[in-house]
């Protein structure tokens, strides 16, 4: 099994930053992508961002390129998000989730590709 907690979402307004942290524990070398997701009120989860953990190896989703940032530290085991400029569109509860090798009929932005996932964090950007 794999557990993972994320940290550091709060309030900021537009045009700030964050930095969320997602710390995976347990059988991490059965970890082959991690993935950030969010999920706003009335919305399906959507897809963010993922990392291949053994490679550098990264997508965005479109509305997220050139803003934010997945980024790795692999001794914390510890996958982070920085996110700039953020708008109020991005205020959601952002989710950290992981999936190991194997086959799968399910794309990496579907959420049900994911094995394991965190229990979120919110993120609000005030206008």
């Known amino acids: 099994q794999v557990q993972l907690v994320e940290s550091g979402g709060g309030l900021v307004q537009a045009g700030g930053s964050l930095r969320l942290s997602c710390a995976a524990s347990g059988r991490t070398n059965s970890i082959y992508v991690v993935g950030w997701f969010r999920q706003a009120p009335g919305k399906d989860r959507e897809f963010v961002s993922r990392?291949?953990?053994?490679?550098?190896?990264?997508d965005y989703a479109d509305s997220v390129k050139n803003r934010f940032t997945i980024s790795r530290d692999n001794a914390k085991n510890t996958v982070y998000l920085q996110m700039n400029v953020l708008q109020p569109e991005d205020t959601a509860v952002y989710f950290c989730?992981?999936?190991?090798?194997?086959?799968?009929?399910?794309?990496?932005?579907?959420?049900?590709?994911?094995?394991?996932w965190g229990q979120g964090t919110q993120v609000t950007v005030s206008s």
């Open positions: 990392m291949r953990w053994g490679s550098d190896l990264t």
């Open positions: 989730a992981a999936f190991r090798l194997g086959l799968s009929g399910f794309h990496y932005q579907d959420p049900r590709r994911y094995d394991y």
